[in-house]
Structures are given as structure tokens and as C-alpha cells.
């Protein structure tokens, strides 16, 4: 038996190993965001961090601390963004035409993160009815996005319709913009046969139809109205193709432009179905919204299109990367914002998570990991904590010097009975152990509170059967 097992492990480990080889055939790049959002946008300025120094400072930093730009098909790079329609003309062809200089002189690649539609005060032109959302059927507009990048939610400008002529000539024109001004930077490269400096373009800033800040009702209403749906009909599979086809309008425009398809990546971010579920059964007073509601009309098939590949934001959230895995396939595709650590639970010390944090990513195939945290806020905050951590850095290194990075198991997922079977050893336990001294099922139950810690659902339902059969 003991020899089967060796056996057993050592097949695994080698199929896992040519598996993450196969996955690596093609550049892999470890990505860190640079906060450029423009400083004439009083919006932008209050939603984004301040500017840890200049670009050429901080890609100066992480090389630093890297130690390499990577080897063979390994990659240091950075990205900036936001580019948004806040930003003047002006200021999109000096950071673009910046980045790439930078990227000449350190060899280390450049990507361009875009806002899609969410910070736009400086176009007033913007703001008419007909650009504008609705929370209902009766054509009450949206009072403002609500973002939820914080313990307490911001309000920006209104969602766009994301179906408005208007809004639709705007994407258009600055998708030309952005796009000119990246085949320059290219070409520039590969004059130089460094044509792999450029990681890529992120076409949005998680893309969604964002939710009303007073009411926090979804939205959409507008585009489907404009889409010739009315009351009636069943509207959320609707919105969800609304997003995705303003996303590749998006990846169009820039193709047109002269950016490859496949340099091209969506970005959006959707609740986990398992996390959904979970919710569900966890709930005994209410049912909670729709799941396309809830993520806002982006599930992971929102996010593949005829002109990009797929993007995600991969923060640590149980059923997450099960889900991508399933529906990415043999494509390719990006994690375009995330970290070892949940912004849901930002507390604590992740950084021995951010191993297995990348690992999770690259070994599925990921083309780049874009990390969300170097140089954000103050050396306290937990995402700059998590990010530069001495530990997170050695394990860049070790990637980037083309070490093999671990992977976690599948996670156990909660079954339909999970809730039920809890609420029920809740109610049965306590007078149980008032009236039986029982040694066998206090030691039982010791070991259900680090399985659910943890998340191992499936040996925690055992637990709970065991407990039930001793106790009824």
C-alpha cells in the first residue's frame, strides 16, 4: 500500500510538473500596477491612490527589489492605468509614449490598464439623459456608481449607458487614441527585436453595470430599452450580453486601431458561484438576488470575446479558480488584478499565501499576473504589507528565475445539505452534552471548527454526519 501511495504521488507530481511546462511554453508575465489615475480629475484623485513617486521610481523599486527582469520566458512588468476619459488626449500620448520609453531603458515590459466607462467628469457632454442609466423601468436614472473599494462605499459619476450612441463614438475615439499610441510604442520595440516587452492592453477596469449609489439597485434598464426589451421579459441573461459586447467593442476598436487580438484582455470581476451558493444556504431570513445581479451582470462568460482574451480579478475566494478553469479551457487568459489577500478580509499576514497565490494562476495558464498593492498607501496599509513583504519578494524572484511555483488542491465545496445538517447539530448538540459526558464526541467536535476555518467543507459535512449518528 505504501509503495502504491509513493507511486501514486510521484505520477501526480510529474503529470502536475508537464502540465505547468505545457502552460509555460509561452511568456509569462509577473505584473505590478502603477497608479497613474490624472490629476485633473477631482473624482479620480479621491478614488485612487496618490502617485507613489513616478513611474521610473517605482518600476526602479521593484527591480530592485527583485533583483532580475526575469529570464528565458519569464517576465518582469508593469502597468499603468488608469487611462480614462478623464484623462485629456495630451496626457494619454505622454504616458503611453513614457511607459514605453521605460520599458526600452529597464527591460522591463509595459502594460496599459483602461477605465471602460466609470470616471468621466470632464465631459460634461456626457451627462444627458440618454447617456444615462436607469434603476427602473419607469426611467428613473441612476443618482451615481457605487463602488465598493472600501469599507465604506464611494460614489462617482453615474453609470453609462452602455448602449448610447453617444458613449459607443466616445469608446470609439479613445480606443483609437490609446491604440495609435501603443502600435507606435511596438513598432519602436520591435525595431529593437524586443517586441516582448509589451505585455499588453487591459480593454476595462472590471466592467460591469454598475450598481446605484442611493438605492444600490442594479441597473441596465436603458440599455435594454434601447435593445427593444421591455418589462415583461426576462432581462438578466440580456444585460449580461450587453456588458459583454461593450467589452469587445471595446477590443474591436482597439483592433482596428492596430493592436493584436491576442494582446488585447478583458477585465472583469464576478462573485464565485460556490461563494453565491454558500450565501444561499447560509441565509435561514431572505433569498439573496439573482446571481448575474449579484455580479453585476458579469459572470466568467462575459469576459471572452471575438477580438481579446479573458481577464479576471483573482483575489482569494473560494470556487474562484475552479470556476475560470472551467470556463477558460485550453485558452489563454490574464488575472488583470488581484492579490494574496481578500479585500473582504484585509487583515492579518497573507504573505506566505502569495507562493501558492501565484502559482494557482501561472500553472493554469495564466499569460500575466497583474498585483494590485506596491507602494499603495502607507507601509501599514495590508495590501502594501502583503505585496512587499520580504517573503512575497523572494518568491517573485524564485519565478521569475524560473522556479516552479506550487499549486492548491481543488477546494472542497459545501453541499446542498451543508446548512441544514449545521443548523441541525446546532440545535441538537447543546442539550446533548448537558446530559452525556461524552469524551468521544467533545473530541468529535473539536476537529469541526479547523475544518471550517479552512474551508475543507467536505470533511466537515463528515464530521457532522459522524456527530449526528452519535448524538440522535
Known amino acids: 500500500m505504501a509503495i502504491k501511495s509513493k ?7 510529474f503529470v502536475s510538473a508537464m502540465s505547468a511546462q505545457a502552460q509555460a511554453s509561452h511568456d509569462q508575465y509577473l505584473a505590478f500596477q502603477i497608479f497613474t489615475a490624472s490629476r485633473e480629475s477631482a473624482t479620480s484623485l479621491s478614488s485612487f ?3 507613489a513617486g513616478s513611474i521610473e521610481v517605482q518600476v526602479g523599486q521593484i527591480v530592485k527589489a527583485t533583483g532580475t527582469v526575469g529570464k528565458g520566458n519569464r517576465k518582469l512588468a508593469f502597468v499603468v492605468g ?16 513614457q511607459s514605453f520609453a521605460m520599458a526600452w531603458k529597464t527591460k522591463v515590459a509595459v502594460g496599459f490598464h483602461i477605465d471602460d466607462s466609470m470616471f468621466w467628469d470632464r465631459i460634461p457632454a456626457l451627462n444627458k439623459p440618454e447617456n444615462i442609466e436607469w434603476i427602473d423601468w419607469n426611467q428613473t436614472p441612476t443618482t451615481g456608481r457605487r463602488l465598493d473599494w472600501s469599507p465604506t462605499p464611494a460614489k462617482i459619476m453615474p453609470q453609462l449607458c452602455l448602449n448610447s450612441p453617444a458613449v459607443k463614438k466616445l469608446v470609439k475615439s479613445r480606443a483609437n487614441l490609446i491604440g495609435s499610441e501603443i502600435v507606435r510604442g511596438v513598432r519602436e520595440l520591435s525595431e529593437h527585436h ?3 516587452l509589451f505585455l499588453g492592453v487591459i480593454a476595462g477596469w472590471e466592467t460591469q453595470l454598475g450598481r446605484d449609489y442611493a438605492t444600490n439597485k442594479a441597473t441596465g434598464f436603458h440599455a435594454l430599452a434601447n435593445e427593444g426589451f421591455s418589462k415583461n421579459q426576462d432581462s438578466y441573461q440580456a444585460r449580461v450580453k450587453i456588458v459583454a459586447e461593450f467589452i469587445d ?6 483592433s482596428e486601431a492596430g493592436v493584436p487580438d491576442e ?6 470581476a464576478f462573485m464565485p458561484k460556490a461563494a453565491f451558493d454558500f450565501a444561499w444556504l447560509a441565509q435561514t431570513d431572505r433569498v439573496p438576488p439573482n446571481y448575474l445581479e449579484t455580479s453585476n451582470f458579469t459572470p466568467p462568460a462575459a469576459a471572452f470575446g471575438a477580438h481579446h482574451r479573458a481577464g479576471f480579478s483573482t483575489y482569494p475566494q473560494i470556487g474562484l479558480l475552479e470556476q475560470i478553469e472551467k470556463e477558460v479551457g485550453p485558452r489563454r487568459w490574464a488575472s488583470c488584478e488581484g492579490s494574496a489577500l481578500d479585500p473582504g478580509h484585509a487583515f492579518g499576514d497573507a504573505t506566505k499565501q502569495m507562493e501558492h497565490y501565484l502559482g494557482n494562476l501561472f500553472n493554469r495558464g495564466a ?7 506596491w507602494g499603495v498607501g502607507d507601509p501599514t496599509n495590508p495590501f502594501r504589507k502583503t505585496v512587499e513583504a520580504p517573503a512575497a519578494i523572494d518568491v517573485y524572484r524564485k519565478f521569475l528565475n524560473g522556479g516552479a511555483l506550487p499549486s492548491d488542491p481543488p477546494s472542497q465545496l459545501p453541499s446542498s445539505e451543508f446548512f441544514t445538517k449545521i443548523r441541525k447539530l446546532q440545535k441538537a448538540l447543546p442539550p446533548y452534552m448537558a446530559n452525556h459526558a461524552d469524551e468521544k464526541v467533545a473530541a468529535l467536535y473539536k476537529t469541526l471548527g479547523p475544518a471550517l476555518q479552512s474551508q ?6 463528515k464530521v457532522i454526519d459522524e456527530l449526528l449518528k452519535r448524538i440522535e
Open 7 to 13: 507511486f501514486s504521488v510521484a505520477l501526480l507530481a
Open 49 to 51: 491612490p496618490p502617485l
Open 82 to 97: 488608469p487611462l480614462a476619459f478623464d484623462d485629456t488626449d495630451e496626457y494619454i500620448r505622454k504616458l503611453v509614449r
Open 194 to 196: 524586443r517586441s516582448d
Open 249 to 254: 467593442f471595446w477590443a474591436a476598436s482597439l
Open 263 to 268: 494582446k488585447i484582455y478583458s477585465h472583469i
Open 367 to 373: 499569460d500575466f499576473v497583474n498585483v494590485f498593492g
Open 456 to 461: 475543507r467543507f467536505i470533511d466537515a459535512e
